[in-house]
Each structure stands twice: as structure tokens, then as C-alpha cells.
């Protein structure tokens, strides 16, 4: 992906991608991988966060950890869906959905749970999808010498997905960052954050 996304910067012919440098890593590591491309040939980082991520972790936790991992000249570019005023019942019906199912299934399934020891459900709670499995009966599990005994109605929360009004989403950002703007697609639904520490 991100030697397609080099080759597509290079076609805009607006900027130009002298050397390509990756690491794979995750939110809570950024602390200690910033600073493996830190050189003085990547002085400054252009930092991505597309895709509807930020939704999917709790924001405070996640612009704090970018932030802390920036120097003074990064940017940090944010991508994500905004609510336009979607309630919550129909976030609810878009999310729930056979083949999310069908994925999301092998969290319990990995706990050593049979596919009939829970229902999949989906929830709107607090601005935030919740994709939740409901135990159907009291059942102990037991892994590297621990038991967890469920019991039936208790709920596993495997997926999360936090929706924000164009406005929240905004305060949220300013909240870390000096210098933001702010772009909105035509139909108010997706938006980008350019964001300067």
C-alpha cells in the first residue's frame, strides 16, 4: 500500500518522493517508532491517519500518544467519517450485517466458545457503535492456568466504532493540536484534519 501510494504522489506530479522509508507498527508504540525515521534525511514527518481509524480507539488516547511522537515541524493529516446527523438506529442496521458477523466471530471462537454460546448484536451506546456478543449460557473458560467464568447475558464488546458530528470532531482535534483546519466533503460526511503540533 505504500509503495502504491508513493507511485500515485509521483503521477500527481505536485511533490516529489525522493526515497520511501516504512515500518509496521501500532498507536500505542508511536513513541518509539517516530524516532526510527527521525534522521537528517527525514528531518520532518508527514504523519496519515485515514480511513475511519480515529473511530476505533478512544480519540484522547490516540491524538495524545501522535502528539507526544511529533516534533515541532510535523504534520498530521486525519481522515475521517463524519455523522451528518445519522441517528443511532441507523448506524445500528448498517453495521449489522452477516459477514461482519462472520469475522468479528472469531474473537469468541478464539476464547474456545462455540458459535452457540453467544449472539451477535450491534448497539448504539455513548456516540458509539458497539459489536457485542451475548453469552447464551453461564460457561468457564479456562487458558494458561486461569478460569473466567461468563454467565449468561454477560456481553463481550469485540468492535467499537465512535461517530462524531462535524463539530465534535473538530473540538476533539483542537483539543491536542495548535493549528488545525478543517475540510468537509460537499455531503457532510467525511472530513480531514490538518493538524500541526
Given amino acids: 500500500m505504500l509503495n502504491k501510494a508513493a507511485r500515485a504522489i509521483k503521477k500527481i506530479k505536485k511533490c516529489e ?6 515500518n ?24 496519515i491517519l485515514l480511513g475511519n481509524t480515529l473511530g476505533n480507539f478512544d480519540q484522547d488516547d490516540v491524538l495524545h500518544g501522535i502528539k507526544n511522537s511529533m516534533a515541532k515541524k510535523d504534520v498530521l493529516l486525519i481522515g475521517n467519517g463524519i455523522s451528518n446527523g445519522r441517528k443511532g438506529e441507523e448506524w445500528v442496521k448498517d453495521y449489522k ?6 469475522w ?10 462455540k458459535k452457540n454460546d453467544v449472539k451477535y448484536e450491534v448497539r448504539f451506546v455513548n456516540s ?3 459489536e457485542i456478543y451475548f453469552l447464551q449460557k453461564n460457561i468457564s473458560v479456562k487458558h494458561l492456568g486461569k478460569t473466567v467464568n461468563f454467565k449468561e447475558g454477560d456481553i463481550i464488546v469485540v468492535a ?9 470532531f473538530g473540538q476533539n ?21 490538518f493538524c500541526r503540533k
Fill in 173 to 193: 482535534i483542537q483539543k491536542f493540536f495548535s493549528d488545525v483546519k478543517i475540510y468537509v466533503d460537499k455531503d457532510e460526511s467525511y472530513t480531514l484534519a
Fill in 160 to 168: 467499537i466504532s465512535y461517530k462524531y458530528t462535524k463539530d465534535k
Fill in 97 to 102: 450485517d452477516e459477514r461482519i458477523n462472520q
Fill in 104 to 113: 468479528l466471530i472469531k474473537v469468541p471462537l478464539l476464547l474456545e466458545l
Fill in 17 to 22: 518522493v525522493l526515497k520511501l522509508k516504512w
Fill in 128 to 130: 458509539r457503535i458497539e
Fill in 24 to 47: 509496521i507498527s501500532d498507536f500505542e508504540n508511536l513513541d518509539n517508532v517516530t524516532p526510527l525515521f527521525r534522521d537528517a534525511e527525514f528531518e520532518h514527518h508527514f504523519m
